[in-house]
C-alpha cells in the first residue's frame, strides 16, 4: 500500500491505496465519497464518472496512482458554498429526471463536462454526450431536458416523449 495525494473537490486529500486500486474505490472506501457509484463492472454505465482535471471520466476505468497530484471533483462538490443544489442537480431535481438515482451522480458529472465544453448543446448534441450513461429508469427524456435547462434553454421545446 502507498500513500496517494490529490486534489478532491477543492481539498488536498491523502489515502492509502495499492497499484491495482481504481479511482472509484479510492473515493468511495478510502475518503467515504460514497457518491460515486458502481452500476456495472464493464466499464459502461457511467454511474462511476467524475472530473479529473476538468473532464468526464469513468473512475472504474482509472488507477487511482495514476491520477495523483490531479484535481478530481466528484458529486458531493456539486452544491453551492451555502450547501443548496447545484445548477445542474437543481435542473435535474426540476425536471424529474431521475427516478431511483442510481445513475444521478454519473449524469450529472457527465453533463457539468459538457456544458463547460458546450454551453448551448442541442438535444442531438445532449443525448450524443450521454451515451456513455446508463439510465435504468426514467427512459432519458427527463434527464435530456433538464440537461437542456441547466444550459439555460427552454426544455418545453422538446418533443413529447
Ligand atoms: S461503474 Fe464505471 S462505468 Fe459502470
Ligand atoms: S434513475 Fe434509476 S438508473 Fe437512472
Redesign the pocket.
Known amino acids: 500500500m502507498t500513500k496517494v495525494t490529490m486534489t478532491v473537490n477543492g481539498k488536498s486529500v491523502s489515502a492509502e491505496a495499492e497499484g491495482r486500486t481504481l479511482l472509484?474505490n479510492y473515493l468511495r472506501e478510502g475518503l467515504g465519497l460514497t457518491g460515486t457509484?458502481?452500476?456495472?463492472?464493464?466499464?459502461?454505465?457511467?454511474?462511476?464518472v467524475v472530473h479529473v482535471d476538468g473532464k468526464a471520466v469513468?473512475?472504474?476505468?482509472v488507477f487511482a496512482m495514476d491520477v495523483a497530484g490531479s484535481e478530481v471533483r466528484t458529486i458531493e462538490g456539486m452544491a453551492n458554498a451555502d450547501g443548496s443544489l447545484g445548477v445542474v442537480q437543481q435542473a435535474f431535481q426540476d425536471h424529474h429526471g431521475l427516478q431511483c438515482g442510481f445513475c444521478t451522480p454519473g449524469m450529472v458529472m457527465t453533463t457539468a463536462a459538457l456544458l463547460a465544453n458546450n454551453p448551448k448543446p442541442t438535444e442531438a448534441e445532449v443525448r450524443h454526450e450521454l451515451e456513455g450513461n446508463i439510465c435504468r429508469c426514467t427512459g432519458y427524456h427527463n434527464i435530456v431536458k433538464a440537461v437542456l435547462a441547466a444550459s439555460g434553454q427552454d426544455a418545453g421545446a422538446m418533443a413529447a416523449e
Open positions: 472509484v457509484h458502481v452500476g456495472c463492472d464493464t466499464s459502461q454505465c457511467g454511474a462511476c469513468k473512475s472504474c476505468t
